[in-house]
């Protein structure tokens, strides 16, 4: 027999578990009490604070600039419409002038950018002064 060949009688000793509850390491090396030394503990990300503050900031629904009011201007008007036709929602949806916001229906303001040669009857569409001026422009 030569001393490789050589083996202990006795078992190995098992491997000390620490932090299971009774007298062997409580505390398993993470210190006393405190949320970093609970098991399975949560703690908040750096970023939760800004996530959870988010929905309470101005204009995070509430769009100050957001509103249900389309511009149409008179230019355009002149190239999708004939002379004497009815402007109204419809017609201005039809048209894929305006297209629906959420579902719902746009009001329209219409404006003088550019003028018109052609007339118009405009219903329940709004415009703007500069239009109403206008001799060719009838509101109804």
Not at 13 to 30: A, L, M, P, Q, V
Not at 70 to 85: T, Y
Request: proline content about 4%; cysteine-free.
């Amino acid at each position: 027999m030569q001393i490789h060949q050589l083996q202990p009688n006795n078992k190995k000793k098992d491997k000390k578990r620490i932090g299971r509850g009774g007298k062997k390491g409580t505390y398993s090396g993470k210190g006393v009490k405190g949320q970093k030394s609970r098991a399975g503990r949560k703690l908040q990300p750096p970023m939760r604070e800004l996530i959870k503050r988010y929905p309470k900031l101005t204009g995070y629904r509430n769009n100050p600039n957001f509103s249900f009011e389309k511009i149409v201007n008179l230019v355009d008007l002149e190239k999708h419409f004939k002379e004497g036709e009815t402007i109204n929602i419809a017609a201005l949806l039809e048209k894929k002038m305006v297209k629906k916001i959420k579902g719902r229906v746009p009001q329209v303001k219409v404006l003088s950018k550019g003028g018109s040669a052609k007339k118009f009857v405009f219903e329940g569409v709004k415009t703007s002064q500069a239009v109403k001026d206008k001799a060719q422009v009838k509101v109804v």
